[in-house]
């Protein structure tokens, strides 16, 4: 199970890797595709925030019984959906899979 842990980890780690340094390239002009980066950014982090207060997991991250989430409740300024697409400015996509290891994110 701790090696489940630990791709899940990978995962988020990968993520920062790939989108971190995209931030410092593009430079200071605000387009969609920089505010959507920006949005992710600060889901992973959030995401992140919360793998560290629930005991190194994603369960729980979306609750499908209710209209808003965990992670809707950290104030990112982000709003979150998980049986729909990311349709519009500030709302993110999310899905949890692999018992709560793995998560996605589409901004």
């Known amino acids: 199970m701790a090696w489940l842990a630990f791709i899940g980890f990978l995962v988020l780690v990968v993520l920062l890797v790939i989108v971190w340094p995209?931030?410092?390239?593009?430079?200071?002009?605000?387009?969609?595709?920089?505010?959507?980066?920006?949005?992710?950014?600060?889901?992973?982090?959030?995401?992140?925030?919360y793998r560290a207060d629930s005991g190194g997991t994603f369960s729980g991250l979306t609750d499908s019984s209710s209209a808003s989430s965990s992670i809707q409740e950290m104030g990112t300024g982000l709003s979150f959906v998980t049986d729909g697409t990311s349709n519009g400015p500030h709302i993110i996509s999310t899905a949890v899979g692999g018992g709560?290891?793995?998560?996605?994110f589409v901004a």
């Open 22 to 49: 995209l931030t410092w390239s593009r430079g200071p002009t605000s387009t969609p595709q920089n505010a959507a980066q920006s949005n992710l950014e600060n889901t992973v982090i959030a995401a992140k925030t």
């Open 100 to 104: 709560g290891t793995d998560v996605v």
